[in-house]
């Protein structure tokens, strides 16, 4: 079972469920864990891939992966702070002020 | 004896990832991340990548999961505060569909690949030594921009979560 | 042979169009110019390409071959290549000649008629675009550059009847003679094709036409000499297509004179004669062209018995005579029906100025029972009338006996004793109408004395001229019986299909005849309008007053029922069909754009689940083909 292919599958699992959370939550913290737990995901195929041919360049890869991901919530949790403060709520549908009503 | 710890590995982490998709209070899909990115070290650990399983309980877990916590119980969440999502079950179906072709597709190319050996290796693959001598040799120039990057983050976060000043009468 | 000469035939009075176009459009917009420039450009202009024609007249005299000039080529295209090329043989000379002379005495005339009028540049300005166009059409080397001339001279016909444009019944007059030339234009260009194709393409100048018409198939050749007729029934006011004629007397006097007089309309007999090779080898097209002139010669005949108006009762003589022209054409006598042109040039384009300067020194009364009671004492014009009238009546040893009595010979030498007859009631009737006229206007007495009015010398003496030439032209083709020389017979004798070979006692015999009927028609007239009561005029009632209502019918036949079928077109088949199919399509197209819209509702959710299927399909299409291999 921890072979090539269930790694593989274990990774791939975990990368649907990251996009399924992305596009059926309307919570922007669920969303923001979605897109953690898709890297996640990814992180393991990189990882995977690395001890498949016995290659470093997949570990550091991952590590980057980490490093961006930490600095990405950084930024992705003081937006939504700031978003909380203007509109007291979390939901991700009530920002569509881009949309033009049609004539 | 590998294969038991994989499997309770696996279904932990996607268990845990299923209760963050579908579970509609936040702080129980936080601890569901938690959960799921705990087995993942594991799984690294499997791997054979030591270090990355260390830097996979610090940062993930012990950073960014916290930091997520936190704001969650900081920002006082109540239940009306809570977006309501009638179409959950729905939507989350109907993603399910979409991501089977890209499963299959993957899952396809990978098991075209040879067998290998995947089983642990004690010394000389996945420690720091090993993840040292390749990232500052081949990997320099990707580590300084990393480091540039997460310096840039540092100051946005702190310019965005400032509290701004009214806006005064501007000159001209 | 070659010369540089026609071109300049042409060119001249163009250039004086241009530059009285020109010199009225500063007139207009900046400064006043005085009338004397534009007269200057407009009466030299044209007596410059007399002397050219006079120039080449003694080339040809001399016995010089075929004048041409080559322009340039115009179209190249597969069997058919049309050069721009004049022709100048002893037709088209002789044609040119009457053409600018009569054409520079009626400049001369009309700068003392249209004296004081506002458009006096611009009215000579078309004059000479006018002459330069007629010049085209008759100088033309291939029935395309005839055709440039004939739309140009139906193109300034129209101008030049429309002048006075602020009046709309002169800008309907125009309307309807360039919509029934129009009709006659697509007869001329059917025709035109039809002879093309018939010829086997093998090119379209005259003489190539002429050489290779025996090889064409006799129905075409009849066929297009129809279409060609057609033509010339429109240009040249016969029947059916001659009601543009009176209405164009709407135009102020000189034009009448020039175009519907002396020129435009004989460009129909002329076209006839070009094509003489044409109606030699069909001759039932030639008798029913010579039926045709009779009968427009018969009817316009009768209804200038009842005109009232001095210009229509001279229109509808116009009318009648060109049915003369036709008859001498169309039965083969190319010689005398254009030796009528001729002198009829000068005695109708002579009476029509006399008949201005009457108007205008009546203050524009046209009406002859007015004209009459108001008469005042007009020494020339009276003179001069007099003479045109006695010409037109067939008088010797005036000019229009001479003409008259050849095509009358003529067709009862070829057996055609109905087209006599008519003939012969038309001469009657034409000495009558114009004695009438003559009677009326100038002699029947109102009771009143009549006061010397003096006219303009631009106006009397261009009338001295033409009725010098009136009288005596007749002796440019003086028969040979009585020892003449019989030189138009013999310059234009190659165009002959037939010979005039009578014996003498029935040609004396034929002249008496024509002479006594003009004599009866003329003592009708006196014993009845020469102590006419002016004051009672004549009714308007009656069917030939009304003109047959021939007006009445194309109206109701052919304009309404065009105008029914316009309209229809318009209202249903566009706006509603066309339009409406089109406008649904755009409504459809809008639709869809809305429905595509929703798509775009600014949530990015939704973005990145239409990305997520994006991506889904993309794989699955690549998991298709890599499960293929």
Redo the contacts between chains.
């Keep these: 079972m921890a072979s090539l292919t269930g790694y593989a599958t274990v990774s791939m699992i975990l990368f649907s469920l990251g996009a399924i959370g992305v596009v059926s939550r309307r919570n922007v913290f669920v969303i923001y864990m979605s897109i953690e737990l898709m890297l996640n995901g990814i992180n393991l195929f990189l990882v995977t891939f690395a001890r498949y041919h016995f290659n470093m360049d997949g570990q550091i890869l991952s590590m980057m992966v980490i490093a961006i991901a930490a600095a990405e919530a950084a930024i992705f949790l003081s937006v939504i702070i700031l978003l909380f403060r203007t509109k007291k709520s979390l939901d991700t549908d009530i920002f569509t002020e881009l949309k033009q009503e049609v004539e | 004896m590998i294969d038991f710890v994989f499997v309770a590995l696996s279904i932990c982490a996607i268990a845990g990832g299923g209760t963050m998709v579908l579970h509609k209070n936040p702080i129980y899909c936080a601890v569901g991340l938690l959960i799921s990115v705990l087995s993942v070290a594991g799984l690294f650990a499997l791997l054979s990548a030591t270090f990355m399983f260390m830097v996979q309980i610090i940062v993930y877990a012990g950073a960014i999961m916290t930091i997520i916590l936190f704001l969650l119980m900081f920002l006082n969440i109540k239940e009306q505060d809570l977006p309501p999502e009638p179409k959950k079950n729905i939507l989350v179906a109907m993603g399910v569909i979409l991501m089977i072709p890209i499963n299959l597709l993957v899952l396809e190319g990978v098991s075209r690949l040879e067998d290998s050996d995947m089983s642990i290796v004690e010394e000389g693959f996945g420690g720091i030594k090993e993840l040292g001598m390749k990232l500052y040799t081949d990997w320099l120039l990707p580590f300084e921009l990393i480091s540039i990057l997460l310096l840039v983050a540092l100051v946005g976060a702190v310019v965005l979560a400032k509290k701004r000043e009214k806006r005064g009468v501007k000159n001209g | 042979m070659q010369t540089p000469y026609l071109l300049w035939i042409i060119l001249v009075p163009l250039i004086g169009a241009l530059l009285n176009t020109g010199f009225y459009f500063y007139h207009i917009k900046y400064k006043k110019i005085p009338e004397k420039v534009f007269a200057i450009i407009g009466t030299v202009t044209p007596f410059i390409a007399f002397l050219f024609t006079l120039n080449l007249f003694f080339k040809l005299l001399d016995g010089s071959a075929n004048l041409e000039q080559t322009l340039f080529q115009w179209l190249d295209v597969d069997s058919l290549s049309v050069e721009v090329k004049f022709l100048g043989d002893k037709l088209s000379i002789f044609m040119s000649m009457f053409v600018t002379f009569v054409g520079w005495l009626i400049h001369i005339y009309a700068v003392g008629y249209m004296k004081g009028d506002d458009g006096f540049g611009k009215f000579f300005a078309y004059f000479n675009l006018f002459l330069a166009s007629m010049l085209i059409l008759v100088l033309a080397d291939n029935p395309i550059i005839l055709f440039v001339g004939w739309e140009g001279v139906g193109v300034c016909s129209y101008l030049l009847i429309s002048f006075h444009y602020t009046n709309a019944d002169n800008v309907m007059a125009g309307n309807k003679a360039f919509i029934v030339n129009r009709v006659g234009d697509l007869g001329f260009i059917l025709g035109v094709i039809t002879l093309f194709f018939a010829l086997d393409q093998s090119g379209l100048s005259f003489e190539t036409m002429k050489t290779n018409i025996n090889m064409a198939p006799n129905e075409l050749l009849i066929l297009s000499g129809f279409l060609l007729f057609v033509g010339a029934m429109g240009k040249s006011a016969q029947v059916p297509l001659y009601v543009w004629l009176p209405d164009a007397m709407a135009g102020p006097t000189p034009i009448s004179a020039l175009i519907h007089a002396a020129t435009m309309v004989t460009a129909g007999i002329y076209m006839v004669a070009r094509f003489h090779f044409l109606y030699s080898s069909v001759e039932e097209i030639g008798l029913f062209i010579a039926y045709i002139g009779a009968i427009s010669a018969l009817f316009a005949a009768i209804i200038a018995t009842r005109q009232q108006d001095i210009k229509k009762i001279l229109a509808y003589s116009t009318m009648s005579q060109l049915g003369y022209m036709f008859m001498g054409v169309g039965l083969g006598f190319y010689s005398s029906g254009l030796f009528h042109v001729f002198t009829h040039a000068f005695f109708k384009a002579m009476l029509f100025m006399g008949a201005g300067g009457a108007i205008l020194a009546l203050h524009h009364e046209q009406n002859i029972f007015k004209m009459a009671q108001h008469r005042k004492r007009l020494p020339i014009i009276s003179a001069t009338f007099l003479i045109g009238v006695i010409a037109i009546s067939g008088i010797p040893p005036f000019s229009g006996f001479f003409s008259k009595d050849a095509i009358l010979a003529a067709s009862f030498q070829q057996g055609e004793y109905l087209i006599w007859g008519i003939g012969m009631f038309t001469a009657f009737l034409t000495a009558f109408y114009m004695f009438r006229l003559y009677f009326i206007v100038f002699v029947a007495p109102n009771g009143q004395e009549s006061q010397y009015t003096y006219t303009d010398k631009t106006i009397t003496i261009p009338l001295l001229i033409l009725a010098i030439g009136a009288i005596f032209a007749g002796f440019l083709n003086f028969p040979a019986i009585f020892g003449g020389s019989a030189f138009v017979d013999s310059w234009l004798s190659e165009l002959n299909s037939i010979k005039l070979h009578m014996s003498h006692a029935t040609e004396y015999a034929l002249m008496i005849a024509s002479i006594a009927v003009a004599g009866a028609g003329i003592f009708v007239a006196y014993k009845k309008y020469a102590s006419f009561d002016v004051y009672k005029p004549e009714s308007e009632e009656g069917l030939i007053a009304n003109k047959f209502y021939v007006d009445e019918f194309y109206d109701k036949v052919f304009v309404q029922s065009i105008k029914k079928m316009s309209t229809f077109f318009d209202e249903t088949v566009d706006t509603k069909y066309i339009d409406g199919g089109l406008m649904m399509i755009c409504r459809e197209f809008v639709n869809v754009g809305?429905k595509l819209?929703i798509l775009?509702?600014?949530?990015?959710?939704y973005y990145?689940?239409y990305m997520?299927?994006g991506?889904?399909?993309i794989?699955?299409y690549?998991?298709i083909t890599?499960?293929g291999q």
């Excluded at chain 3, 775009?600 to 959710?605: E, F, G």
């Design positions: 809305k819209a775009q509702n600014a949530n990015v959710r990145a689940f997520l299927a991506i889904s399909a794989s699955m690549i998991y890599l499960l």
